[in-house]
């Protein structure tokens, strides 16, 4: 069974950073795609960023330089660091892994940008 467990979520200010994880099992980490999407109140769901099993990486423009996807495959753990965060950031952050076709979620995490 996958399971994707997702933390560190929480509330921040403007400009400030926060960093989230998202621990994996049950699935072939090394070979998955592993992705972070948000989904924010009354929108769709978005890719914010992904990494490839060989490390490449990449984002919507929306967040490019301000967010930063990684992986250690020894922990079977995704990380997105999140800079600079802005009020329209606020969402709830969702860890996807996608292996042979097949596309698991995580429970997701809430990210809060508030003055």
């Known amino acids: 069974q996958v399971q994707l467990v997702e933390s560190g979520g929480g509330v921040e200010q403007p400009g400030g950073s926060l960093r989230l994880s998202c621990a994996a099992s049950?699935?072939?980490?090394?070979?998955?795609?592993m992705s972070w999407y948000r989904q924010a109140p009354g929108k769709q769901r978005e890719l914010v960023a992904a990494?490839?099993?060989?490390?490449?990486?990449t984002y919507p423009d929306s967040v490019k330089g301000r967010f930063t996807i990684s992986r250690d495959n020894a922990k079977k753990t995704v990380y997105l660091q999140l800079n600079n965060l802005k009020p329209e950031d606020t969402a709830v952050y969702y860890c996807?892994?996608?292996?042979?076709?097949?596309?698991?979620w995580g429970q997701g995490t809430q990210v809060t940008v508030s003055s």
């Open positions: 996807n892994a996608g292996l042979g076709g097949n596309y698991y």
């Open positions: 049950g699935i072939s980490f090394s070979g998955s795609v």
């Open positions: 990494i490839f099993s060989g490390g490449k990486s």
